[in-house]
């Protein structure tokens, strides 16, 4: 079993948002693999499907960005999902806009959604896509940069992130996740 979750806050006014990347990637994931996000339970919307043997969960939180933790650990609750069979894909600063990493564990790194993933589902070590979106320049607050859209320079560059990120979540159903990192980091 597997559950692929990506972050973002749900509503029309921060689609395409830079926070809303970890939804771009499972809506692409989700096309790719002909699964319907069509169930809403667990504070969230869902689906799944049965991918070469493995059950698949896909996972959007409508939680907003703060409270993730708590749609991610009710899904995980129900079905008995274990930590390892977890993945989180999420918006980062500290890489650059486009940069894709892959890690098995770590701290949150300031960001909310995963400081509420760690909280409730009681641990750092989750693996995790982590899509760069650059650091705001200038005097922009963290918050307005996170919630503003990209540039047409950084869209190009966040669209292939979402579609290394998608092919790597695909590899992961049929692969042991340290090896899909030797592939995209």
């Known amino acids: 079993m597997k559950l692929i ?5 749900p509503g029309k006014q921060y689609e395409n948002t830079r ?11 989700a096309e790719k693999l002909s699964i319907s996000l069509d169930q809403a339970k667990f504070k969230g919307i869902y689906g799944k499907a049965i991918i070469d043997g493995e059950k ?3 996972l959007k939180p409508l939680t907003y ?11 995980m609750d129900y079905f008995q999902i274990d930590t390892e069979d977890l993945l989180v894909i999420y918006d980062d600063m500290d890489l650059p806009a486009g940069k894709i990493r892959l890690r098995q564990k770590g701290s949150a790194g300031g960001h909310n959604g995963i400081k509420s993933t760690i909280a409730h589902v009681g641990t750092q070590e989750f693996n995790r896509i982590r899509v760069g979106i650059n650091r705001p320049t200038g005097s922009m607050s963290i918050t307005d940069y996170v919630l503003g859209r990209f540039t047409n320079e950084e869209k190009e560059l966040i669209n292939e992130a979402v579609a290394q990120s998608t092919d790597a979540c695909v590899e992961w159903i049929k692969k042991p996740f340290l090896q899909v990192m030797n592939t995209y980091n």
């Open 19 to 29: 926070h809303n990347v970890g939804f771009e990637v499972i809506d692409a994931l």
């Open 65 to 75: 960005m703060n409270l993730s933790g708590e749609s991610i650990s009710a899904i």
């Open 5 to 9: 979750v990506g972050l973002g806050n």
């Open 56 to 58: 698949v969960f896909l």
